[in-house]
Structure formats: C-alpha cells, structure tokens
C-alpha cells in the first residue's frame, strides 16, 4: 500500500503563502484522484482539493480561488499551493487519494497567525 509523507507546512502570518509537498512511497500514477484533506483544531478531517489523473480538480468552497493542488505522476509528488492564507486555515494538513482515503500519513501542521 503506498504510504505519503507530507512536509512544506509552518507558521505563516495572514495573506502569506505555503507550499506543501507530498512524497509517496510508491507509483500514483494508478491513483485516479489524489487530494490535500485539512483537519482544523476541534473538527474533523475534510477534503479541501482534489485532482485526478485526467486533470480534473475540485475544491472546497472555503479554499476555492486560494489553493492549487498539481501532481507528478513521474516523481509520484503531489503539491498544494496556498496563497492569502487565513487563520482558518490554519491545521493539520493530510495528502491521501481522494474521495477513499488509504493510510494516513503524519500530515504536516500550517498556523496563520499574526
């Protein structure tokens, strides 16, 4: 089973950028949909991006126009680019295939805070 590792989070401040990287221990070029899920203090992990092989992406409402989720299928990497981050955004952030997630992996933390 192919396992991620994600890194790229930090401490940020509001209106900053992030970018997060996601390495996985195996091909995803089978992987139809790859995604970046979100788990904020206090709630539950969702799904905030979503591409799949054919280029399809999907987004939530609360990212949608801020983050761009991109795929090397070559290099089995998977990004997600944050722009104008917000406090909100502010959590653990988890790359897995996307709607069924597999294994989660250690996930990489993001704080937007001034």
């Known amino acids: 089973q192919v396992q991620f590792v994600e890194s790229g989070g930090g401490l940020v401040q509001p209106g900053e950028s992030l970018r997060l990287s996601c390495t996985a221990s195996?091909?995803?070029?089978?992987?139809?949909?790859m995604g970046w899920y979100r788990q904020a203090p206090g709630k539950q992990r969702e799904l905030i991006a979503r591409?799949?092989?054919?280029?399809?992406?999907d987004y939530a409402d609360s990212v949608r126009g801020r983050v761009t989720i991109s795929r090397d299928n070559a290099k089995n990497l998977v990004y997600l680019q944050m722009n104008s981050l917000k406090p909100a955004d502010t959590g653990f952030y988890y790359c897995n295939s996307a709607p069924q997630p597999a294994q989660w992996g250690q996930g990489t933390q993001g704080t937007v805070s001034a």
């Open positions: 195996g091909s995803i070029r089978s992987i139809y949909g």
């Open positions: 591409l799949t092989k054919a280029g399809i992406t």
